[in-house]
């Protein structure tokens, strides 16, 4: 028997203007919508899993189960030793960016209502930034 997650297969789109947009970053920092609205799915930050979009409303994935919602600027190493991401006033902020042209890795962690044990169970969406210096 296989244990399977929820968010198995999940992804996290940036939606801007109804479509889906890549998080790009011209410079060493940008700003994205952290949160989309239930009525208006199609503007701001989106967990995507199993064929809907879930809008991300403060701390809860909304529709869903509650869980703590967390980003964390665990960037791969192209990013630099400042790079971080932190939510603040309803955007996503990323700063600290190395001044380069390249794709880097964002790390976003849900902790679900589950428990293994005596460990709650913590699952990390990977989020590709692309980083463009004119």
Do not use: C, R
Not at 16 to 44: Q, R
């Amino acid at each position: 028997m296989k244990f399977i997650s929820p968010l198995d297969g999940a992804k996290i789109v940036n939606y801007a203007n109804n479509a889906e947009t890549p998080f790009k970053i011209v410079g060493s920092e940008g700003t994205f919508n952290a949160y989309a609205t239930p009525e208006n799915k199609k503007n701001g930050v989106s967990l995507y899993i199993n064929a809907k979009d879930h809008t991300l409303t403060g701390t809860n994935i909304n529709t869903l189960t509650p869980v703590d919602v967390q980003w964390f600027g665990s960037f791969d190493a192209k990013a630099g030793n400042n790079a971080e991401a932190k939510v603040e006033n309803g955007k996503l902020v990323i700063t600290g960016l190395a001044a380069l042209t390249y794709d880097t890795q964002l790390t976003m962690t849900y902790k679900g209502t589950v428990k293994v044990g005596n460990s709650e169970v913590w699952t990390s969406i990977p989020v590709t930034v692309s980083v463009v210096n004119e």
